[in-house]
């Protein structure tokens, strides 16, 4: 029977993924391997914890003798690998704790791995990346997964560092390796450092919502249930050795998607028309912040044939309605830690 160990499981897509995964297939057992930083949260998982086939083990990608634990413990058959630091503006204030967990954390795992599997070719190591690896995109144009890495920020920088690693154990221990690239991703269960939860959550607060720039950035929005599908459909049916770009082919500038959330909440909350778009505010732009994300999915289409399967309006209409009808969680997750780090990171 298959172990499948899925790092960072108790994080905002991790939680979406293991949900899935242990609901999907009860014949396989997944164990959970998190931390528990700031951004994990295992109420997100209350769902499933009771469930036969899942496991919860806390434990750090940077200490080798917790993995070597669960490794042995549990007799881990293959990984999906998505314990990351992924908040960009955390790595440009400390970019040191980005290298260790999403740098060193990937080497401590495949190590393990060679360590434990006889033949790297029955198993699978799946790693999660992201699409700012690739750098800035101008006005035209998409990333493609032949395109050139171009990081610019230490985050991106330690996931670009980390792909490089998994494609050369591959290359040269004989890994059997997936990576993916997603564009941003949004839904239920994020932790409200991120845009579209920080914004909803100011707008209900009656707090600035605020803008880096001129708010003309543009990304490309993925909800977080479609790429729990496309990680399910990759770790199952990719191909070994390849990598895969995950796009919502949704391109929104940061001011059109927060005024299009104020419109949203001035209609939920019975505001008058505009109220909410009131609050917004634009402060010094962040460094390094790249203009344009905008990812070509037509390989995982056209092999695996996935498409995303709502509109990011739909999607947006589906998060906001999540967020406020759980304001209880949300109060939870706001810890003290937070609001001194959002003080400091939000300043005009």
């Given at each position: 029977m298959k172990t499948i160990l899925i790092t960072g499981g108790a994080g905002f897509i991790g939680s979406h993924v293991v949900r899935r995964m242990v609901n999907r297939y009860p014949n396989f057992n997944f164990?959970?391997?998190?931390?528990?930083?700031?951004?994990?949260?295992?109420?997100?998982?209350?769902?499933?914890?009771?469930?036969s086939n899942y496991t919860f083990v806390k434990g750090d990608i940077c200490n080798v003798e917790d993995i070597n634990d669960v490794f042995s413990t549990y007799k881990i058959t293959d990984v999906i690998h998505l314990a990351a630091e992924s908040h960009?503006?955390?790595?440009?204030?400390?970019?040191?704790?980005?290298?260790?967990?999403?740098?060193?954390?990937?080497?401590?795992l495949m190590n393990v791995c060679k360590a434990h599997w006889t033949d790297l070719s029955n198993h699978i190591f799946y790693h999660i990346s992201t699409d700012e690896v690739y750098g800035s995109l101008g006005q035209e144009g998409l990333f493609e997964e032949t395109t050139a890495y171009d990081p610019r920020s230490p985050y991106s920088a330690s996931k670009a560092s980390s792909d490089h690693f998994v494609r050369a154990y591959h290359h040269t221990y004989g890994l059997n390796i997936r990576i993916s690239n997603c564009?941003?991703?949004?839904?239920?269960?994020?932790?409200?450092?991120?845009?579209?939860?920080?914004?909803?959550?100011?707008?209900?607060?009656?707090?600035?919502?605020?803008?880096?720039?001129?708010?003309?950035?543009?990304?490309?929005?993925?909800?977080?249930?479609?790429h729990a599908s496309a990680i399910d459909l990759i770790f199952h049916e990719g191909r070994n050795g390849e990598t895969y770009n995950i796009g919502g082919l949704n391109e929104w500038t940061n001011i059109d998607l927060?005024?299009?959330?104020?419109?949203?909440?001035?209609?939920?909350?019975?505001?008058?028309?505009?109220?909410?778009?009131?609050?917004?505010?634009?402060?010094?732009?962040?460094?390094?912040?790249?203009?344009?994300?905008?990812?070509?999915?037509s390989k995982l289409e056209a092999e695996l044939n996935w498409k995303p399967s709502i509109t990011?309006?739909?999607?947006l209409d589906k998060t906001v309605d999540w967020y406020l009808n759980n304001q209880q969680w949300v109060k939870n997750v706001v810890s003290g830690e937070y609001q001194t780090y959002y003080e400091n990171q939000y300043k005009s």
């Open positions: 164990v959970n391997f998190d931390k528990l930083t700031y951004a994990g949260n295992l109420e997100t998982l209350a769902d499933v914890e009771t469930k960009v503006d955390r790595s440009i204030s400390g970019p040191m704790e980005f290298v260790l967990s999403n740098v060193v954390g990937t080497v401590n564009s941003n991703n949004y839904g239920s269960h994020q932790f409200p450092e991120k845009l579209i939860p920080l914004m909803i959550h100011n707008a209900v607060e009656g707090k600035d919502l605020p803008i880096y720039g001129d708010g003309l950035n543009v990304r490309d929005w993925l909800w977080v249930e479609d927060v005024k299009r959330l104020a419109t949203i909440i001035d209609q939920r909350l019975g505001r008058a028309e505009g109220e909410t778009a009131k609050q917004i505010k634009f402060i010094k732009d962040r460094a390094g912040h790249d203009r344009r994300y905008a990812i070509d999915a990011f309006e739909e999607g």
